[in-house]
C-alpha cells in the first residue's frame, strides 16, 4: 500500500507536469550534477544498466530514475530495484554525496537487495524530503537517535526488510506529519516508545517481523487514522492495550501473530467491526473468543489457531472466508460448525485438533467446489473422504492426518489441481492408486494399505507403517 501512495503521488505530479506544458529537460543544476555522479561511483555493480544514462555533461534531469520539477533541481530519484533478484539490481553504498540534492522530495530507492551500509545519515539534511522508500535492501546498524530531525515534511518512512538493528528512536515522534511507519522486517530491539502516540495521522504501523519486546503500549487512543497494524512476530507479551477500542470503527487490518501474548481476547475487539483481518494466532491467549465476534461482519481472514482459547465457539456471521483457522486450541467443537458449512464462499479451512466427532459422510458444504486448503488433522474423523474429494474442484492441499477415515483408497478420486495430500495415521485400506504420482506431497503412513506401490518420486516415509505395500521405495514385491 505504501507503492500505492507512491503511485498516486506520481500520478499528481505527472498531472501537474503536463499542466506546466514541460518540454523536455532543464539543464541541470551543478550540485545536483556533482551529487548524483558521486552516488553513481558508489555503486559497484549495474547488471542492467540502469546508471547507463547518467553521464557527465549531459542534463541530470533527463537521467533514468530522476526527475526536476520546475527548474533546474532534482526533485525525484526515483531507482527501484527487481525484488528478489540482486543479481539485476544496483549492488554498492549509499554516498552521502546525495546530500547536494536539496531539493529532493522523493527517494524511491527500494528492492535492490545488496545495498550495503548504515542508516543513510545524509537524509537528515536534506530539507523538504516527503517520501522515503529504502526497504529490502541490506542496510545495518543501528537507527540515529536524532532520526526526528528528518525533513518535517516527512510522510512516508518505509525502511522495511533491511538490517537495522537497536530501539526505534523516541525521535521519531516528532515526525508528525508521517502517515506510515513501516520498519517491519529489520532486527530491531527493545519497546515500542510510547512517544509514537505523537504520530496521530499514522494510517500503517508495521513493525512486523523484529525482536521488539515488552508489551503493547497503551497508545492508541490518539492515533484515529490507523487502518492497518502489524506487530507479529515479535516478543511481544502481556494483554491487549485498552486503547485498541478507540480504533473502531476504522481499523481494518490487526495483526499480532507470533508473539507470547496472553490473557482472554478483549471483549472490545468485537466492535473493530470494518476489520478485515485478524491474525492472533501463536500466542498464548486463553479463555473464550467474544460472543460480539457476530459483529465482525467483514472479516475475512480469521487466524487464532496455536493458542490456548476454550469452548464455546461463537457463531460468526460472514459471507465468506479467504481463511478460517481455529487449529491448534482447546476446542471441542464436536462438529464442523453449520455456519461454516453453509458459508457460499471459503478458501482455506484448518480445524486441526479442535475435538471434532464426525463422520465425513455426513459433512455437506454448501459450496465444496471453492475450497483450495483443507486441515482436518487430530479429530476423531471417520468415514470416507471419496463424496467430499470428489466434489472439489480447485482443491491444492487436504490434510486429515491422524484422524479415523476409513475407506478404500483404490476408489479415491480427485481434482486434478491437488498437490499435497497427507492422510497419514488413518484407517485407510485398499490400494494406492497411480493418481497419487501427480501430487507434489503425499504421506499415507500408518495406514491399512496394501498392494504394489505406483511410480512416483515420494520418500520410504510417506508409506511406512502399511500392512502389506510393497515396490520401490519400499521393499520389493514378493513374485
Ligand atoms: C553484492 O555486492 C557485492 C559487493 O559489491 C558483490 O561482490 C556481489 O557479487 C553482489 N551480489 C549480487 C547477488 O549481486
Ligand atoms: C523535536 O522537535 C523539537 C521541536 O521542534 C526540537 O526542539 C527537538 O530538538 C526535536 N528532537 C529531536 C530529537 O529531534
Ligand atoms: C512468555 O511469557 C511468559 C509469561 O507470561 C514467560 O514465562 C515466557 O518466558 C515468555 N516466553 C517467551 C518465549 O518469551
Ligand atoms: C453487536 O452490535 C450491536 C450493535 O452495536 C450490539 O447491540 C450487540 O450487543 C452486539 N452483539 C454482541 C453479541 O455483542
Ligand atoms: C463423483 O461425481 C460424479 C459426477 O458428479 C458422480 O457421478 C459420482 O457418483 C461421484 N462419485 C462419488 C463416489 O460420489
Ligand atoms: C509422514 O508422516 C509421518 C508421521 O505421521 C512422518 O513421520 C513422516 O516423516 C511423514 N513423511 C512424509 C514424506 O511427509
Not at 522530495?105 to 537524509?123: E, K, S
Request: charged content about 15%.
Amino acid at each position: 500500500m505504501n507503492s500505492f501512495t507512491f503511485t498516486l503521488f506520481i500520478f499528481h505530479v505527472i498531472i501537474l507536469l503536463q499542466c506546466l506544458s514541460f518540454t523536455g529537460a532543464a539543464t541541470c543544476h551543478p550540485d545536483d550534477e556533482a551529487g548524483l555522479l558521486a552516488f553513481k561511483s558508489g555503486i559497484t555493480q549495474d547488471p542492467s544498466g540502469m546508471l547507463s544514462s547518467w553521464k557527465k555533461d549531459t542534463s541530470c534531469c533527463s537521467w533514468k530514475g530522476i526527475t526536476c520539477l520546475n527548474s533546474d533541481r532534482v526533485t525525484i530519484l526515483d531507482l527501484v530495484g527487481f525484488p528478489k533478484k540482486p543479481e539485476r539490481s544496483l549492488s554498492g553504498t549509499l554516498s552521502p554525496s546525495l546530500a547536494k540534492l536539496e531539493h529532493l522530495n522523493v527517494i524511491n530507492f527500494g528492492d535492490h537487495g545488496n545495498i550495503t551500509g548504515p542508516f543513510p545519515q545524509f537524509l537528515l539534511q536534506i530539507p523538504k524530503l516527503r517520501y522515503v522508500n529504502i526497504a529490502n535492501n541490506r542496510l545495518s546498524g543501528p537507527l540515529p537517535t536524532n532520526i526526528g530531525m528528518l525533513s518535517q515534511t516527512l510522510e512516508d518512512l518505509d525502511l522495511e526488510g533491511n538490517r537495522f538493528t537497536g530501539p526505534i528512536p523516541n525521535s521519531i515522534s516528532n515526525l508528525t506529519r508521517l502517515s506510515s511507519l513501516v520498519f517491519g522486517g529489520n532486527l530491531l530491539t527493545g519497546t515500542i516508545p510510547l512517544e509514537i502516540a505523537n504520530l496521530k495521522l499514522i494510517w500503517a504501523m508495521k513493525l512486523g517481523n523484529n525482536r521488539l519486546s515488552g508489551t503493547i503500549p497503551d497508545i492508541f487512543q490518539s492515533m484515529t487514522s490507523l487502518r492497518f497494524i502489524d506487530l507479529s512476530r515479535n516478543g511481544f507479551s502481556g494483554k491487549l492495550p485498552l486503547s485498541i477500542a478507540s480504533l473502531a470503527p476504522s481499523l481494518l487490518v490487526l495483526d499480532l501473530s507470533q508473539n507470547n501474548l496472553s490473557e482472554t481476547i478483549p471483549v472490545y475487539i468485537s466492535r473493530l467491526n470494518r476489520l478485515e483481518k485478524l491474525d492472533l494466532s501463536k500466542n498464548r491467549f486463553s479463555g473464550v473468543v467474544p460472543k460480539g465476534f457476530v459483529n465482525l461482519t467483514y472479516i475475512n481472514i480469521l487466524d487464532l489457531s496455536h493458542n490456548l482459547l476454550t469452548d464455546p465457539f461463537p457463531i460468526l456471521n460472514v459471507n465468506t472466508f479467504d481463511i478460517l483457522d481455529l487449529s491448534y486450541n482447546q476446542f471441542h467443537l464436536k462438529t464442523i460448525p453449520k455456519w461454516v458449512t453453509s458459508l457460499p464462499a471459503i478458501f482455506s479451512l484448518k480445524l486441526a485438533k479442535c475435538g471434532i466427532k464426525m463422520n465425513l459422510d455426513n459433512w455437506k458444504p454448501v459450496a465444496p467446489i471453492y475450497y483450495k486448503y483443507i486441515d482436518l488433522s487430530k479429530n476423531e474423523i471417520s468415514g470416507s473422504l471419496e463424496r467430499f474429494l470428489n466434489q472439489t474442484e480447485y482443491l491444492l492441499e487436504f490434510r486429515a492426518a491422524g484422524t479415523k477415515l476409513r475407506f478404500d483408497m483404490g476408489n479415491l478420486k480427485f481434482a486434478k489441481t491437488l498437490k499435497t495430500l497427507d492422510l497419514s495415521r488413518n484407517l485407510i485400506f485398499g490400494m494406492v492408486p497411480e493418481m497419487v504420482a501427480g501430487l507434489q506431497r503425499l504421506n499415507l503412513s500408518q495406514n491399512h494399505l496394501c498392494g504394489m506401490l505406483p511410480a512416483t518420486k515420494f520418500p520410504a516415509s510417506a508409506f511406512a507403517g502399511n500392512d502389506c505395500l510393497c515396490g520401490s521405495p519400499l521393499s520389493p514385491c514378493k513374485a
